[in-house]
């Protein structure tokens, strides 16, 4: 089967001239593939390859870190890096930063399968540096006000799907558990 279909999450068309399978320029992309009902997924970015998977307590077999996990370290990585750039332009030195994050669930009513919504987040950074712990007063809020990740947050952004059914196949590929 060829027929692609695409909708975004409120039941809306395509933007006029986005593209419907393509990248716009200054775009990023990810591809996940899942075998079966297993609940590991294998995911690749720019070549690099990550798993994910459910806990048990959300019907999975527990064989890697969840995908709000992996939305949860992916913040604290953008923090990390936010952090740093913002601290370099005020003229700050930075020997280390180190990022303990936490999330709360609100877990879904309807489907026991799912492991729940991410309602809050909280993070901790601890910063080493050299220079006078006053400097860093209005570090936070100045993150707040320019990480990628908390406009992400804050801010509705447009989703959409494409289901493209196609045939079953007996050969192997490149993916590989």
């Known amino acids: 089967m060829s027929d692609q279909l695409q909708t975004h999450v409120d039941g809306s068309a395509p933007a006029p001239g986005s593209p419907a399978g393509g990248r716009p320029e200054g775009a990023i992309s990810a591809r996940v593939h899942t075998v079966g009902c297993s609940g590991l997924r294998t995911l690749t970015i720019r070549g690099f390859r990550l798993s994910s998977g459910d806990g048990a307590d959300v019907a999975g077999f527990d064989l890697g870190p969840s995908p709000e996990e992996h939305l949860l370290a992916a913040v604290g990585s953008s923090l990390a890096q936010t952090i740093a750039h913002v601290a370099c332009a005020h003229g700050l030195s930075l020997d280390r930063i180190d990022l303990d994050l936490s999330a709360d669930l609100a877990r879904d009513q309807t489907t026991a399968q799912i492991a729940g919504q ?60």
Not at 145 to 156: E, G, N, R
């Open 118 to 177: 991410i309602v809050r987040i909280a993070a901790r950074a601890e910063l080493t540096s050299e220079d006078d712990p006053g400097q860093f007063a209005t570090l936070a809020n100045d993150v707040l006000d320019v990480s990628p990740f908390a406009a992400l947050i804050a801010a509705p952004i447009a989703l959409t799907i494409a289901v493209a059914p196609v045939e079953a196949s007996t050969s192997a590929d490149d993916w590989e558990i």
